[in-house]
């Protein structure tokens, strides 16, 4: 992720939404903590997963589990100052997809962060329906 240079580009994710930070972020050099910012990166993609049911509603209510995060701090983030973050779908798998999000803060991306995420039928992992890959592959990660 480090090396991807086109991953710093807030214009390239397809899903983007703003962030207020808390007093409660800091860390003891007043700076964005880093448990904080994997917070930040967690409500992107709940929040990514509530617009996509939303806007692509034949998909239903898929259950995904969290299979592995990977996070790159690339700056130090500091609060008050609000939080942009955008969000891609980087590929997806038999039962499984890659979502790439960036972190932002005052037009500088701050952090990367990728995460695979597991498809959760009645039993388990399961393969991704044709209709959910459609709709992720809408939010595809612009300039791969």
Known sequence: MRNDPWRRDAGRYAFRLTLDTR??????????????????????????????????????QPHFLVARVEIDYLA???????????????????????????????????GLSDAVMVYRGDNGPARVPDILRTALESYALRGQ
Do not use: K
């Open 76 to 110: 130090e983030g500091h609060y008050p100052t609000p939080v942009d973050l955008g969000l891609g779908v980087l590929g997806v798998g038999g039962t499984s997809y890659r979502l790439g999000v960036g972190l932002f803060q005052n037009g500088a991306c701050i």
């Open 23 to 60: 007093f409660a972020d800091m860390d003891p050099n007043r700076h964005l903590n880093n448990s904080a910012i994997a917070r930040l990166y967690e409500e992107a993609r709940v929040r990514f997963h509530m617009d996509m049911r939303d806007r692509h509603r034949q998909v239903g």
